[in-house]
Structure formats: structure tokens, C-alpha cells
């Protein structure tokens, strides 16, 4: 006891910080090491090696520094020379005021618990409903997942080239920074496991399936970015495989793997996310109730584990940042020499969402990794046995990955905007396993769903018949479900014979504004064209799918309507006369081959201007001062009348974090708010009275 008293006594007061780039690392010395403090432990710092980026070109430097590599972002692996220690070597560097970033290297961990347990079942496909999702799509060889890890044996029949003619391991991309080659056998399986998750060939008679394997054909195309062949291992290499990994093409990274926190590894993440690339991270196995770094990082995935009765695994690191869970208990899969492995951790929970997202680019290969997550977050089966909070809970995020319903959440109703007679709707490439039902509205009981006709075959389609040219302005619903569980719900707004206003305001010697009401842009589209007179008349463009097949009429304009297509007509609105404050157009469509009569109102009215209040900010040192100044009446118009207290909101663009929220502000008054201890940032800030909202962005350095 006196020992371990001793020693903790010497690491407060051996640590130190540096801080680079905003990311401050704390250094402790024990027993002649050096550690950097993480959020939950100690991270071993790398004694040979250290990551910098110089200010200038590395040929201008007046220090001498041995790089021994530099990634995309500019970043340099740089070795330590003999004679110093590596915490002397930092502080040298950064003496010289000749780097934008000089930090430590650590050792990082796989996050993985081993176990003995030789099962042969792969329930976990069943738990996260992935064979159902089969139905929909069992992967794409265009989508690319990148698996920085250990490597992954090319030479696994259920990986690579076998017993068929086709491989799901990419052999002519990736790299082996262990020997600095393109492909070396692994002499680690972490790899080869997570690849097996995400990627073992499917139906095809051998081992297992992979999430997103295919059928019986290549499914996603897998890159291995081999960073290490031990447990622990030096991060020297991690931005460089991210960076690597974002050229060669590759839609989603999976990290099953945590480490300390860098400037260069942050930048990858940042420069991977802004080339539309997902970045999957496994929390961390150290029953620890803060997330582990990647994952903790706000544009990366945070994935836990659960295991017997979707209860979380007592190793699953979870609280803020944790997006969802999957099974991490026993997950079977390929291991190396055509051997497969039966193992615990959030390492195997990882690639499972890895998989999950290669399934939902193959549906659809241009969403962003924002939408991903959202998509992720919203289609969770909420476990029973957890207590949600806005849908979030700190054990298990927003719950347990439904693989089938975030693919069914890509479809999409198809058919026209416009119901004016028969209309066909199609929910495209939808397996007959599922069953639909079609309403208006999300309500069975409405009346409108008398025009819609559905035949049992095929089941993804409807047909509304508005051949009474029923009055329509209302969302088509198809709920999608499966053994009488309903799982997603879609919908279409649908329009026909509607009538519409259109404003425009008119002052003396002031250019007209227009104020449109919000409408469907499929139904109308009114655009204004400036005239050079002191009051301008209203000219207003139409379009409607339905007038190809109609003559059109009007009253109310000037010269009637000029046809620009098929589709488009232009008008010049007739302006009310002085001392009247609207007038009525109105556009007869009269039908021929067959189509119906329909016609469509459109109200001008006069309005004056009006000038709003607006938002100002200025920034004094730490603090951040908000003012709203009162709107002025001028000739070109007339102050909006308005309530005069704000309520003010700021939140973090990047987290979503909300920072301020509740503060009272008056109308032309100003608040100084303390930013002390905010990161670095984007902020929007929100003022909203109850009837107008304004909105201001503000970049706190």
C-alpha cells in the first residue's frame, strides 16, 4: 500500500501538458516512461517516434528532424534521434516555434476480449435482422470498406479466392505498413475477423456469411490497411491508413481499435467526413462509462456491444457519444488459415454497422455519412429492458441495430405529384415477402382512400383514380410490413384541382417583393421578373404535369397565358386597381384525349413591406455579446409589429451540443455571454420571440 501511495504522489507531480492545435496532452512519467493522461487511463507514449507538421516546407526548417513518413494532410512521422528522451525531443521542437503541431505517439489497443468457446451459429445475424434484410440487397462490389486493423488473410476461402472464381478482398489496394508492402500474410486475426463480419462470402456453400457478402457472387469489396501485428501497437500509422483509405475510394472505414486522441488523427477523420466517407468505431472493452477515442470523435460512429438479453456487455464501454449497439457476445467468424474463430468484444460489434451501412450504399451510393447516421439512429429497435430519454439511452445509444428496416427507410413511394385521373404508385425493387397497405393521410378511416384501388398482385403498387376530379391536398401513406409487424412507413404528397395565393407587395418607386405560400414545387412554381416601371405589374410562371394534355384559359391577366412547354405557362397578373387590395386570377384548363377539367385560383394581393428586427454579434476576449436593434420605419416600408422578448439558443454545429439555452433577450438590448471552456467552433445562434426567428453563425477560436 505504501508503494502504490508513493507512486501516485509522483505522477501528479510529474505531469505535465502540452497542447497542440487545440488537443492538450498531459504527460506523466512512471517508473522512467512516459504516458499521456486519456479521459479513462493511460495511454504508453511511443519513445521512438513522434508526429509533427512543420509551418513551413520541410526543406526550409532550421531544426534537423529524420522523417520517416508524411501523410496526405501534411503530417510527419518523425524518429526521435538517440540521446534524448522523446519528452525532451517534443519540448526541443516545439522551442523552435517552426511547428504548427508537435505530439507524442501512443500505444493503441484492439478492442478485443479473446475466448476459447468453439460455437458454429451465427445468431447475431438473426438479432440485428440482417437476413430478412437480404431480401432487399445482400451488398454491391462498388462500395469499398476500408479495414484498418491487423491485416486480413487473403488467403481464407470465405474472404479470398477459393473454392469459386471470385474474391471479396480487394488484392490490388490497401498496404501493409508492418512491411511496407502491398500484401504480407497477417500474423494477427483481429483483421481477418472483423473482415469476416462485414464481408465473408455469402451462399456459398462454405463457413459463414458475411453482412454484406454477396450472393454466391462478389458482394462488397474489401481494403486491408494492415497498422499492426501485435495487440498493441504504436498509432504511428492510423491517419495515414485513413487518409490512404479515403484515395483509394473506400465509402466506410472501420477502426475496431482505441487510442489517444491527435491532431493528425482528428484531421484524417475531419478530411475523410468531408469526402463523404463513414468512419466506424468500436466504444471500447474497459467497462468504462466514457466512450473510447475514435469513436468519441462527434463524425465518427460510436458502436457498444450487448450480449446475453441484449443486455450491455459488462466490457462495452457507453455513455456521451454512443450512437447504437450490436451483439458482441461469442460472434462467429473467419479467423486465419481457413479457420474460424468464435470471440467477444466491441471489436466484432463494429463492423456489424459496417456492414449495415455497405448494405444501405448498395440501395443507394450517394448518401452522406450524416444522413447514415441519422438513418442508423432512427430505424434502432429500442430494447425493452432500457429507459430512453429523447430516444437515447447512455448503455446502449439509440438501441439495437435493425439492418432491415434502415434499408426499407431508403425506399420510396414513386408516381406523379398530380392526381388528376388515374395515377399508378410504386414502391420500386420491393421483395413480395412484405406486405402493404396504402391510405391518405396515415388515417384508414379517410374518406379519400375510395379512390384508391389495390390488386394483391404485385403488392408494392396502387393506383388512385381522380376521375371525378376529386379536390386533393394530401400525403399518400404505404405502410411496409412484415408477419404483421409493421415496420416502416412512407410517404408522398399527392395534389390535384387545388387552389392557390400568391402576395406581392407594392410601394411607390421600390421594386416589388412577392411573398409566396409554401406549396408543392412538383405543382406550382411562381417566379417574379423585375420591370424597370415605378409599379411593376406581377408576372407569375405556372407549371403542372397535367397541361400537356389541356388548353388553357384565364381571367384576371393581362394578354392571357404564353405556353414556355408542355408543362409551363406565364402569365401577367391584372393588378388590383387603386383602392382595392386583391384581385383573382384564374386559370381554366379544359381537357382533352380524355384528361378532366380542372382549374386553378390564384389570389394577388397588395402588401406593404416589412422590416424585420435583426441579430448582431460582437466578440470581446472570452465573452460573446448578442444585440437585437429595433426595425425602422422608411419609405420603402413599415416595421413588423413584433413581440419584444427573445429567447436566445446556441448550439455547437458540429455536436449538436446545445450550449445557451433559455436566455432572455430584449428588443434593443444586448447580453454578454462567457465562452469560456466551448471548443473551437461553429455555433449557430437562435432568437425567436414566438412569431419570427432569427438566426446568426458565429466561429469561436
Not at 244 to 256: D, R, Y
Not at 349 to 354: E, N, Y
Not at 449 to 456: A, E, G, P, Q, T
Not at 621 to 641: F, V
Request: proline share 5%; charged share 15%; glycine share 8%.
Amino acid at each position: 500500500m505504501k508503494k502504490s501511495f508513493l507512486s501516485l504522489i509522483f505522477i501528479f507531480l510529474a505531469s505535465l501538458e502540452i497542447q497542440s492545435q487545440g488537443i492538450i496532452q498531459r504527460v506523466v512519467k512512471v517508473d522512467n516512461k512516459y504516458y499521456l493522461q486519456g479521459k479513462n487511463k493511460l495511454w504508453e507514449v511511443v519513445d521512438s517516434v513522434i508526429t509533427v507538421k512543420p509551418l513551413k516546407d520541410i526543406n526550409d526548417l532550421r531544426t534537423e528532424i529524420t522523417p520517416l513518413h508524411t501523410d496526405q494532410l501534411g503530417y510527419i512521422t518523425v524518429r526521435v534521434p538517440k540521446g534524448i528522451s522523446v519528452y525532451d525531443y517534443v519540448e526541443l521542437l516545439k522551442s523552435t516555434a517552426e511547428f504548427e503541431t508537435v505530439e507524442y505517439d501512443c500505444i493503441a489497443h484492439l478492442c478485443l476480449y479473446p475466448n476459447d468457446y468453439n460455437g458454429s451459429t451465427q445468431s447475431y445475424i438473426n438479432t440485428i435482422n440482417a437476413r430478412d434484410a437480404w431480401d432487399i440487397t445482400m451488398g454491391n462490389p462498388n462500395v469499398k470498406v476500408a479495414i484498418i486493423d491487423s491485416g486480413i488473410d487473403s488467403s481464407h476461402v470465405d474472404l479470398g479466392y477459393g473454392y469459386d472464381t471470385y474474391s471479396n478482398l480487394n488484392t490490388t489496394q490497401g498496404w501493409n505498413y508492418m512491411t511496407n508492402s502491398q500484401y504480407s500474410p497477417p500474423q494477427k486475426r483481429h483483421g481477418t475477423r472483423v473482415a469476416g463480419i462485414i464481408g465473408a462470402k455469402s451462399n456459398n456453400n462454405i463457413g459463414i456469411c458475411g453482412i454484406a457478402g454477396g450472393n454466391h457472387s462478389k458482394g462488397v469489396d474489401l481494403i486491408s490497411y494492415c497498422i499492426t501485428d501485435t495487440t498493441d501497437f504504436p498509432q504511428t500509422y492510423v491517419a495515414t491508413a485513413i487518409n490512404n483509405a479515403v484515395i483509394s475510394g473506400a465509402k466506410i472505414i472501420n477502426l475496431s481499435f482505441d487510442c489517444v486522441e491527435t491532431s493528425s488523427i482528428n484531421a484524417a477523420i475531419e478530411n475523410a467526413y468531408s469526402n463523404n466517407v463513414s468512419i466506424v468505431c468500436s466504444s471500447g472493452n474497459d467497462s468504462l462509462n466514457t466512450i473510447s477515442y475514435p469513436a468519441s470523435h462527434p463524425k465518427t460512429i460510436a458502436v457498444g456491444a450487448i450480449g446475453i438479453g441484449n443486455i450491455r456487455e459488462t466490457s462495452s464501454n457507453y455513455g456521451q457519444g454512443l450512437d447504437l449497439v450490436t451483439p458482441g457476445h461469442y460472434i462467429y467468424t473467419t479467423g486465419l488459415n481457413n479457420q474460424y474463430d468464435q470471440v467477444s468484444g466491441t471489436s466484432v460489434a463494429a463492423p456489424q454497422v459496417s456492414g449495415a451501412i455497405a448494405l444501405m450504399l448498395s440501395i443507394n451510393p450517394d448518401l452522406t455519412p450524416s444522413e447514415i447516421r441519422c438513418i442508423l439512429r432512427h430505424t434502432c429497435k429500442k430494447i425493452p429492458s432500457y429507459t430512453y430519454t429523447n430516444g437515447w439511452n447512455e448503455e446502449v445509444g439509440y438501441g439495437l441495430l435493425d439492418v432491415e428496416v434502415a434499408l426499407l427507410s431508403l425506399k420510396s413511394i414513386e408516381g406523379p405529384s398530380i392526381a388528376c385521373g388515374p395515377a399508378t404508385y410504386t414502391i420500386p425493387n420491393l421483395s413480395i415477402v412484405y406486405d402493404i397497405s396504402w391510405h391518405f393521410n396515415g388515417t384508414v378511416a379517410n374518406p379519400l382512400d375510395s379512390l384508391i384501388h389495390v390488386d394483391y398482385m404485385p403488392k408494392n403498387q396502387c393506383l388512385i383514380d381522380n376521375s371525378s376530379n376529386v379536390r386533393l391536398y394530401d400525403t399518400l401513406v404505404a405502410v411496409i410490413s412484415r408477419y404483421g409487424q409493421p415496420l416502416v412507413t412512407l410517404r408522398k404528397p399527392v395534389y390535384a384541382n387545388l387552389s392557390k395565393n400568391l402576395w406581392y407587395s407594392q410601394t411607390p418607386g421600390v421594386p416589388n417583393k412577392y411573398h409566396y405560400p409554401t406549396i408543392p414545387e412538383t405543382y406550382f412554381d411562381a417566379t417574379q421578373h423585375e420591370l424597370l416601371t415605378i409599379n411593376p405589374e406581377c408576372y407569375i410562371t405556372l407549371r403542372c404535369p397535367r397541361f400537356k394534355c389541356m388548353n388553357i384559359t384565364s381571367t384576371g391577366t393581362s394578354g392571357g397565358c404564353t405556353r414556355i412547354d408542355d408543362e409551363t405557362i406565364q402569365f401577367k397578373a391584372t393588378r388590383p386597381p387603386v383602392g382595392i387590395n386583391q384581385g383573382l386570377v384564374t386559370i381554366y384548363a379544359a381537357g382533352v384525349n380524355g384528361c378532366n377539367n380542372f382549374t386553378i385560383d390564384i389570389e394577388v394581393q397588395k402588401a406593404n413591406i416589412l422590416l424585420q428586427p435583426s441579430l448582431s454579434y460582437s466578440i470581446d476576449g472570452d465573452n460573446l455579446i448578442l444585440s437585437i436593434s429595433k426595425p425602422e420605419s422608411s419609405e420603402e416600408g413599415n416595421a413588423s409589429e413584433t413581440n419584444n422578448n427573445w429567447d436566445i439558443l446556441i448550439e455547437e454545429v458540429q455536436s449538436g451540443r446545445i450550449l445557451v439555452t433559455g436566455l432572455n433577450l430584449q428588443l434593443g438590448s444586448s447580453r454578454s455571454i462567457n465562452t469560456t471552456g466551448w471548443s473551437p467552433g461553429i455555433y449557430t445562434i437562435r432568437a425567436t420571440n414566438g412569431i419570427e426567428t432569427l438566426t446568426k453563425k458565429v466561429v469561436i477560436k
